[in-house]
């Protein structure tokens, strides 16, 4: 009986120290996010934003709250995650290789939706990943959950560049 004690015990102390740490890794991975802002080329990462960078580089809905008004030279998607979001991890190194992929000609955003409540409040988002595909003309578009890269890719292809897979395909027969 003393055996079972102590181990419920040892048990409750590990989940706690666990549960604990849970704050300082976020910090460390927002440190190391930070750091991974100063990509080499060829190495892309995704950018994290703040609301108030969201504001000057993809939408300022507080001057435009009506209307989507994109201030970016090139389309863009906003992957909205958080840290203990299992999902979010897995979605994380397909943006990473988003960002390579399509270096020059989309950008890829993150914004972690714990640090950056005003944006996940404004964007109603509900469930995470969630994400938004900012194409440079027209209005965005989002999509909740996880997805695989090549559901990325075809989405950001057709929806956020435009380009028409099916008459490039009849073009190449």
Known sequence: ??????????????????????????????ATASAGDQSVPGDLKPQHLTAE???EK?????????????????????DFYADWCKPCK?????????ADYYE???????????EQRELATV???RSIPSILFAPGEGQPAMQAGAMSK???IDIIDEFVLKINKTENNKSES
């Open 104 to 114: 020059g000609r989309v950008l890829i955003y993150k914004v972690n939706t714990d």
């Open 90 to 98: 897995m979605v994380a190194p397909i943006m990473d290789d988003l």
């Open 53 to 55: 960078e969201f504001r």
């Open 58 to 78: 993809v939408w300022d809905y507080q001057a435009n709250p009506e209307e989507w008004v994109y201030n970016g030279e090139i389309p863009c998607v906003v």
């Open 1 to 30: 009986m003393k055996k079972i004690f102590l181990y419920s015990v040892l048990v409750l102390l590990i989940g706690m120290v666990s549960c604990n740490n849970t704050d300082n890794s976020g910090a460390e991975s927002t």
């Open 150 to 152: 090549e559901q990325y």
């Open 123 to 125: 964007f109603q988002v």
